[in-house]
């Protein structure tokens, strides 16, 4: 008896039955204004995913020793960002209604809305951190209010002042940064203020969502985006703000803005598979002893 | 005195107010359901063009005869397509309005249907001759009404059956094939039956609208585009049906669907340039003795 | 609920107890002594299907009308030929215990042995009809007698002289060129002689193996391969001959040598998809009318 | 009435009457010995502009705060160095005579020579900041006095000994590091020294030429560049000393050798219009408080 | 006792002294005026060689057979092209004086002057056959006299009117075409007419030089070229108009205008590659009995 | 007299009777498990040296100071690991017999095993120091013993406990970890612990074996390579880390895990022959003073 092809990130193959996080991809990217391609990054991750080992030994633990279940992609209709946004909406409240964690892969960063569209139904209180080259805080992006430039602005819109913390941010517009300045808590550049910020939410034990656009990286380590951003971050600092930032009350995240055919090396993709394996086990557990 | 870099066409110098042919790019792809990249097409076309001799030797004329204007891009707004295709049909009427020939530049297929609409408006009896890989004829796309995989449908609710003339096809769902028969004239595979349509056309008179898919060129010689089916026409095959269907009274035309980064050798983009060199002269009169 | 993503080759969604046709990958290349990359064959067929449609327009015919099972790859043992040629056969064989129809995707060319083995332990007066640029009938390559420039000569050993119908062939040593005139039934540079050939076989009725190397088809429309030589085939032609020898009695076949990520324009992927979906329905039933 | 085509870098869309910088572009490589494709290198930061944002968060200020013209490229003649230098003098030369700042866009950096003609005749005791790495002190190359590898040695020969100040050199043969000993100030590796440089520059107010070959940057930031060398700085260092420098009293510029073909990312074509966007607003003025 | 690693093209591993063809190549491209990359083209033939065989199906012959000697790479001055040329002559001249038949690899078509002006003055009554999609008949190109565009005027100096026989040109300006129709057989699109020359040539024996600019072929399967044409030949048929032209009394010849790197694949390469070994065999003797 | 074309590592052009260091390439990668290319790695280095200076600024030397010798590449058999591992042998030995420094480019790591079989014939007591992102430790991967991902476990076979020094390892399954625990002497992540081992290498004055997986490097400098890990080690540290280590009894070295064609911006293969100088030179002698 033989047994169809199932294709999922690696050592993720728990039943959905028994699985505490639920991975679903969101293979989306008609908003993109500069280079498309976010659309190739989620099957990408799952495919190249067998190039990697499931131990870290960053956090000496291992993924198959966590119950995670991949659900595959959801099928969206290229052209109509409203419509993709209820499915990925409806998948992530079927997820959260499930009592699990949904993990979203973009696709490009629009796909958050609709992840955080579910949460805030079920999280009134929720914030956002947010790891981004962008700001995202666009109030329309050529007369479009839906928008990969406007999407934590439309997170604004939900939850309002105060509440979405930004990291690493060193592009956008004159606005977008004074919005900034009036609405949200930005820390240009890097992770400077992470710690703190960490300590505040874990004191206050609020509902965390937590978004990262993959070009919080420098181009070095991650040219496979849309719109690379020279000053970015590095892999270890990623790697370490994950496991900082992970002490909070995390209940939902996503890893976004992978476009994998822009960078033939593959480097690209392979760091988004380390990323997504470190994430997945910072989020299962705290770990002590980072060792960089 | 120094003067600002004008970028366009080659030898597409002329004012807009002495051109008979006015170029206006479409640099939109948000529908484009496989591979995106559409949008850099038009910009590519014409940076390219520099490479390109003005002179045709196949037709014995050179662009520098004629008067065309090339009026750049428009500025669409990617992930809504309603929006989009307003933007295009307000610059084709205008025009069209003026007088002068409107001649598109995709930017996927979806992007005709801007430019039908307004030739409709202007020419109630307008037919169009289709060249493409793609039956285009689904009625929608994972609900999407405004699909490149629906243009042609789109056109056929707007013009009814019988005025559309398809060539090339060799891709399509059953329904399409089974739709076409009852209200297309779709010759599969190639050109056979271009000269007798052509015959016909000339003949009643009637305004064609001429719109050239490029995939539907073999994958061999065109590469560059989002869905690339294998067993296509050779340029020659393509050039001779230009030459031919340009006897008819064509009054508006477009070209679409290169995708210039998916063929890195810039062969794909050279070809989408002389193909525009040989319709442009093409247009503008009829020369006798294809050489081939 | 939410179900594992399951991958298939488009419309080959069969159960493996309905199906008659039974797809399994063998993505390994260990012996390709110029270019690798034949392993990412079998995968990406699978993945980048989905740009594909079910529907021939040359066979008037859809793959949804068929029972077709996708098995995914085998996990092979690089750097161990003797090891994979194991596993594949003992796959094969179980297909053909369970009366279906094996179809492998290679990979290199070598794993045609495991195949064949498995063949001829069931059909002992097996022929093989071979399409490839080369002749692959070194008797070993740097003293490897598994190697994919030897598979077919492995194969004349365990099925004998007058058995292997070659077609295609512009490339090999000398020697490999007297060894045909000697035992083989080699037909140079093209699919002449085919049609007489399925005559043959088809009065005979002997059990016939199928094994298509894509680089048959000539670099133009095909680059995607490891050793790709000039002057060959076009994909109509290709179709034309699979059309033709699925008359006769073919009870096992495979399609090997596509190397994509040799051909980052992905339009040698999407021509093994199409030639794979026509091959596939060319086996489940003789179509007449073939259009072009 | 429509407008034809305009391409400029972003931002830079003055009159010339009212610009203070005037860039122009010199897409010349024929002297290149190692990799071409230098000559894309103004056109492609023309074009990919549109993927910046106009504001630098770095500066706190935005690019449309200033007048700055781009004048385009100069249609140079390849293969004969003498004619395409004349060419660029003569364009630097009108620059100056108008009153206004030359930065001038490469091409390989033997380009560099014809400014520095135009600009010692307006300025004799000019001294040049050289960010590089590689000396390009030769005396000549395979016999070409005319070099990219022998620029730094032919401005030597206009201005003589203790006025040319060498960056981040990490590449040469051991006669131009002696060159260097003897005629040049040479700053091996990186940045040291600069801020105390620029503090006699500043001091003795001389009029100062700034040259950036941008492969002074490291590599994993810059692969698209013709001859890369591992071991350069970061962007973030090229940053603070285009920051440093520009307080000095610099003249004229320039910014070559992107070869945008050799890195298909992209990544390094943005990072070089993300120079060329703070090197134009840090020499508009002095911008206090760089945050990182 | 280890010796040094000796790289030549596959089966030419004569001593200098026996050998009867000896190749020399030409890596320059300083005038290419759109794509450069025609310098690596014979270190590339080289190197991509032993993907090859050395065995011949075409013309049933063995290049081991026979005796050829590969000089490798002539180390060229970039930049200036005079000095480049006057290299080329001496080796050329030095083959000939030698008794040897020189055949030249480019490298961009302007070395092609070199070559031809050793030729001339050891047979005045050359004749030069020519392959090419390009004229090349200009009498300058921006100023420069000497530059690929301008590589057959500079031979209609040297050899006067009718002796210039241009086959498969499809791009130039009007000039060109007009110049040709005046002073060179000119024809155009393909090798029609070639037989017919061929026999003149074999009837008054006169010595002819064989200069084939690869982008004679058609971009389908030969992509890797600085300007590539839509419109060529076939490799088939470019096999046969080499088979028939080698019939007439070649004294020289030369292979040019690959550039490897444009086209990743590794195509171009492979075929540059088979079209020289055909041309070594057909040059060697004249075998019967093409087989397509 | 014309002289056949000779390739070698740039300034390594001593004869084999006068060389100290004995260059010998092995183009094999049959057993690599992700992604295959390191075959083309040392013909890469070889040939793109001509790109880089012999001198070293770092070292203030120069390769043409010193005897160093290139024997090219062994001719292995793809597909037959311990075929290929006897050639390597048989090489290496000869060159120790001879009272020459073998220094071998891979390839795939395994081939390292080939090298130290011949080391610890003669140095009994031999240690290894190991450069790599991986830990090389597993005792089979999926059947096969000898595997790139074994390699270490296989030399541990040979030399046994505490003898292998590893440094940089950021990825492998849990239980090469624990192995490398009771083992070896494992440093994660980057050269800590370097400095302390030499000074003990030194004073025991036992030979040593350094074999150097390029991956140990940051994709982002080193994205050509067949299994690329995050978070490594940059350029300067390893340069840093060879001047530290070469002060030990080093007897044989290896650079391997070049994978030429998956980093087309050429980066990865300027890199690896830049490390490959500066190994040489610190090998030839101890160079005070590092300048960064």
């Given amino acids: 008896m033989l047994y169809p092809n199932v294709e999922t990130f690696i050592g993720c193959d728990s039943s959905y039955r028994a699985a505490s996080i639920v991975l679903y991809g969101a293979p989306y990217d008609s908003t993109t204004s500069y280079r498309p391609g976010a659309r190739f990054g989620p099957a990408a991750i799952r495919h190249e995913s067998y190039g990697l080992e499931t131990y870290s030994p960053y956090q000496n633990a291992d993924l198959t020793d966590f119950d995670i279940f991949d659900s595959g992609d959801l099928e969206l209709c290229f052209g109509s960002s409203e419509s993709a946004l209820a499915d990925i909406q409806s998948r992530a409240a079927e997820i959260l209604h499930d009592g699990k964690f949904p993990l979203l892969l973009g696709g490009e960063h629009l796909v958050t809305l609709g992840a955080v569209r579910a949460m805030v139904e079920k999280y009134p209180d929720l914030h956002i951190v947010h790891f981004d080259a962008h700001a995202d805080l666009r109030d329309d992006y050529l007369g479009a209010k839906l928008s990969h430039a406007c999407v934590l602005r439309r997170c604004h819109d939900l939850i309002g002042d105060g509440r979405i913390h930004q990291f690493c941010i060193r592009s956008g517009d004159r606005t977008e940064f004074e919005f900034a300045a009036a609405h949200t808590e930005m820390h240009k550049f890097d992770f400077t203020g992470l710690a703190q910020l ?67 090396t593959g480097v690209s993709t392979a760091t988004a598979c380390k990323v997504l394996r470190e994430l997945l086990i910072a989020l299962d557990k705290g770990w002590p002893g980072f060792q960089v």
Avoid: H, M, W
């Fill in 198 to 264: 960490t300590e505040q939410l874990c004191a206050s034990k609020v509902p965390v969502y937590l978004t990262i656009d993959l070009d919080c990286l420098d181009p070095s380590c991650f040219p496979g985006t849309g719109t690379p951003e020279a000053g970015g971050v590095s892999f270890l600092q990623l790697l370490e703000a994950i496991r900082t930032v992970t002490k909070a009350n995390i209940v939902g995240a996503d890893l976004n803005e992978l476009a994998p055919t822009l960078d033939t």
